[in-house]
């Protein structure tokens, strides 16, 4: 499975099943829903990456 990132996007909340184990997400601006269950959604690490001209101060 391939993971990415698209930086600057908002991603909204649309809806979630009853029992809260699926939520179902749209990118704005790419026009694209997207359903993930909650055991995936735990997985996902986000992590925060520095500008080029920062990782190689020394």
Same mark, same amino acid.
């Given at each position: 499975?391939?993971?990415?990132?698209?930086?600057?996007?908002?991603?909204?909340?649309?809806?979630?099943?009853?029992?809260? &184990?699926?939520?179902?997400?749209?990118?704005?601006?790419?026009? &694209?829903?997207?359903?993930?269950s909650?055991?995936?959604?735990?997985?996902?690490?986000?992590?925060?990456?520095?500008?080029?001209?920062?990782?190689?101060?020394?």
């Amino acid at each position: 499975m391939n993971f990415g990132l698209i930086e600057n996007t908002i991603i909204k909340i649309m809806d979630h099943s009853q029992d809260n &184990r699926t939520f179902y997400l749209e990118i704005m601006g790419f026009n &694209r829903k997207v359903a993930i269950s909650w055991d995936l959604l735990q997985q996902i690490v986000l992590e925060e990456i520095k500008d080029d001209e920062e990782n190689n101060k020394e």
